[in-house]
């Protein structure tokens, strides 16, 4: 290599260093602290059906430039992890108070909080956007993310059982949206700022993190949402006026599918497999990883679902579980045709239950 080279290689080294600085723009982010589209994280329950219990913290991840599950080298409680270093943008804004970026924590399991509210959505999830772009992610894990004077953590009564998290990252336009469909969930915030300079495009979020007395929101509501790269997701967000299992009612239905549904379904009455309608949902019971770990759906506190016919190659990932009480909450779910993701969610589902079964075999 002549001098000149080196020199060249060595100022393109410069301008690619600048360039990575200028865009640490807020977005979900891989293990290695990158960004990525989107990202999917499968938290492993602690009881399995292989021989050696694992820790409960062990998790699969798959993102848009990965495609599949693999198994993390890391556990979900470090910083390391998808979610560690996806949140950290939001412990970090919070030190250091810009009031440039609007962000919120929502969970109907408040950290340290022993009251509960019914009346407020079941639905867990968190945001943080500027006027460029930023992420959503929406999850099943009870008491987290922690309060943002505590710090990234992961809640030890989220390790027994499986939990889901997906994290999508958006443009600024898709926050407008997204605020919306947030009305109908009615979250319970509980770490939030929005600063004025949002106040425009996203009144609903701010008279949520305010407490302040809300609009009248729909009883339900559809939104397309694209990801910064252009992923299409469907988003579903019921209020608690509309009174049905979201399933059955309205996501199989719209989605002109069958679903095959992994929820919780320990409190409560839970919904036996349901045909009455056009499109069937039937319940999963068994849960097959490709590293040949299974686990029993009553292990899982995740909720997701997805078309039985490969066809149509729905995915849904959210908040409601098949249970009767459940269809007084609001919440919602997000779902795509993505064919990485459906892969990754079907090739799971290793026994569910037909129409005919009895109910009662839990
Ligand atoms: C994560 O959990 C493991 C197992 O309980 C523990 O040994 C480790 O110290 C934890 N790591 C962090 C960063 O909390
Ligand atoms: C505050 O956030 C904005 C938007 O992300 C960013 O452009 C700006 O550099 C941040 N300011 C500081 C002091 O970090
Ligand atoms: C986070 O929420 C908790 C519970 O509402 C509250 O005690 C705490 O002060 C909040 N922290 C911030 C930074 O708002
Ligand atoms: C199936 O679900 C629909 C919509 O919630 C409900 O009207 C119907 O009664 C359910 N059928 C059975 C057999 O539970
Ligand atoms: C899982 O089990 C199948 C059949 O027993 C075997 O062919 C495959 O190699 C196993 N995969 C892993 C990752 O252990």
Redesign the pocket.
Known sequence: MTAGAVWCHFVLLLLLCTTALWTAEISCRNEGGETVDWFLLYKLPKHTESENAGLGLEYMYMDSLTHAWQLSKYLVNMTQSALGQTLKQLYETYESKNNSIAYAIYNDEIPHSKSYNWKKGHTKGFLLLDKSQGFWGIHSVPLFPPFLEDGYAYPPTGKPYGQVAICITFKYDQFTEIDQQLLSYNPSIYNCSIPNIFQADLPNLQKLCAGSKLPSAPQRHLSKLQSARGETFLHFAKSHLFV??IY??WVAQELKTDLLAESWQHSGHR??S????QYHVYNIHLIGTPLNLTFYSSNDHSKWCVSRIYEDQWTCIGDLNRAAEQAWRSGGFICTQNQYIYKAFRHLVIHYESCNDSPTWI
Do not use: M, Q
Request: with cysteine.
């Open positions: 049905d299992d059955v009612a919904l036996p349901n045909c009455s309608l």
